[in-house]
């Protein structure tokens, strides 16, 4: 039985340990992507976006089928995508919106689409309150068909891209150090994750905070702590291509996420069915901002589309406006 103290000690420890699992999880993640010569978009949108999303996956699953909490999975997701959004945005007013949101290809575009499909989805499947099909739901079956459809038409433009203009080959050699570092990465992420969703659901009953408002705030915090990092380094090294594709694949990949989790439900529940009207507002606010990103992307390369650029500042004020409301509710 936690005591607040003792709860609040367990999360710190927690989020310390998967903060550095994760990055650490990216580092080895981008050095398998040069040992083999993967390509700088596939492996930003494949490979770093899923290592980064383990931590978020991990404390999804602890919550739905060991804590029994859906609420702290639910707002991990979507408060996760909020979290991205306002990452890059912010990364996007030190380093030039136009540094960051322009040059990029085709596949980029699909990517962010592909996102705010994802997102819209869970949001309409929510509202109608899904179905249970078996282990898994209607809803986590359209979520998952459409991450494959997305990911498909995503790599089909990332080789047109390639063929187009073929990047420099990485630096080969053995991947097994590598590998050896992203499996034992992982394996921490796993262990501090099933701690973490514990002592968050702790706090959560605790204080009367609401599972919701914890699950959107300090667990989405925690867990998007990686991509941050990656992102933050990314645009240091002036690899935008990297960035985006690191935070736009995590938002894609975090949906899929609950498609996961919807496995450990209980018999006659769904994960979607289980949103709270705090859930609702993280969902919309992640869709909208971005959406935002989207259109701040656009107003980089398209000169109709400038004003556009506007958006980009107020993507964090809007973010601590919808945090509020969500504490309220919560």
């Given at each position: 039985?936690?005591?607040?103290?003792?709860?609040?000690?367990?999360?710190?420890?927690?989020?310390?340990?998967?903060?550095?699992?994760?990055?650490?999880?990216?580092?080895?993640?981008?050095?398998?992507?040069?040992?083999?010569?993967?390509?700088?978009?596939?492996?930003?949108?494949?490979?770093?976006?899923?290592?980064?999303?383990?931590?978020?996956?991990?404390?999804?699953?602890?919550?739905?089928?060991?804590?029994?909490?859906?609420?702290?999975?639910?707002?991990?997701?979507?408060?996760?995508?909020?979290?991205?959004?306002?990452?890059?945005?912010?990364?996007?007013?030190?380093?030039?919106?136009?540094?960051?949101?322009?040059?990029?290809?085709?596949?980029?575009?699909?990517?962010v689409k592909a996102g705010l499909v994802m997102v819209a989805a869970a949001l309409l499947l929510a509202a109608w309150g899904d179905m249970k099909l078996g282990p898994t739901s209607v809803g986590a079956i359209?979520?998952?068909?459409?991450?494959?459809?997305?990911?498909?038409?995503?790599?089909?433009?990332?080789?047109?891209?390639?063929?187009?203009?073929?990047?420099?080959?990485?630096?080969?050699?053995?991947?097994?150090?590598?590998?050896?570092?992203?499996?034992?990465?992982?394996?921490?992420?796993?262990?501090?994750?099933?701690?973490?969703?514990?002592?968050?659901?702790?706090?959560?009953?605790?204080?009367?905070?609401?599972?919701?408002?914890?699950?959107?705030?300090?667990?989405?915090?925690?867990?998007?702590?990686?991509?941050?990092?990656?992102?933050?380094?990314?645009?240091?090294?002036?690899?935008?291509?990297?960035?985006?594709?690191?935070?736009?694949?995590?938002?894609?990949?975090?949906?899929?996420?609950?498609?996961?989790?919807?496995?450990?439900?209980?018999?006659?529940?769904?994960?979607?069915?289980?949103?709270?009207?705090?859930?609702?507002?993280?969902?919309?606010?992640?869709?909208?901002?971005?959406?935002?990103?989207?259109?701040?992307?656009?107003?980089?390369?398209?000169?109709?589309?400038?004003?556009?650029?506007?958006?980009?500042?107020?993507?964090?004020?809007?973010?601590?406006v919808l945090m509020y409301i969500i504490y309220t509710m919560g």
């Amino acid at each position: 039985m936690y005591t607040l103290n003792t709860a609040l000690m367990v999360f710190g420890a927690c989020a310390i340990a998967v903060i550095f699992a994760g990055v650490n999880l990216a580092k080895y993640g981008d050095e398998l992507a040069e040992k083999t010569g993967w390509g700088k978009l596939w492996v930003g949108t494949v490979l770093v976006a899923l290592s980064t999303s383990l931590p978020e996956l991990t404390i999804n699953v602890s919550s739905v089928w060991i804590e029994k909490a859906p609420g702290i999975a639910l707002g991990n997701v979507f408060g996760a995508n909020m979290m991205n959004v306002f990452v890059i945005t912010t990364v996007a007013l030190l380093f030039g919106i136009r540094n960051l949101f322009s040059g990029h290809g085709k596949e980029t575009e699909i990517l962010v689409k592909a996102g705010l499909v994802m997102v819209a989805a869970a949001l309409l499947l929510a509202a109608w309150g899904d179905m249970k099909l078996g282990p898994t739901s209607v809803g986590a079956i359209v979520i998952a068909l459409i991450y494959f459809v997305g990911m498909r038409k995503v790599y089909t433009a990332s080789k047109a891209s390639a063929a187009a203009a073929p990047d420099e080959p990485g630096q080969r050699g053995s991947p097994t150090k590598a590998w050896i570092g992203f499996l034992i990465a992982s394996a921490a992420v796993i262990v501090a994750g099933k701690f973490l969703a514990e002592s968050a659901n702790a706090i959560a009953t605790i204080t009367g905070l609401g599972a919701g408002f914890v699950g959107v705030l300090l667990v989405s915090m925690v867990t998007t702590l990686p991509e941050g990092s990656v992102t933050l380094a990314a645009a240091m090294r002036k690899s935008y291509g990297m960035a985006m594709g690191n935070v736009y694949g995590s938002c894609f990949f975090n949906v899929v996420v609950l498609t996961i989790s919807e496995s450990f439900m209980p018999e006659g529940t769904t994960l979607l069915g289980a949103m709270e009207p705090s859930h609702f507002v993280a969902a919309g606010g992640a869709l909208g901002l971005m959406t935002f990103g989207y259109l701040a992307m656009k107003s980089a390369e398209t000169p109709s589309m400038s004003a556009a650029k506007i958006l980009t500042p107020a993507v964090p004020l809007i973010y601590v406006v919808l945090m509020y409301i969500i504490y309220t509710m919560g």
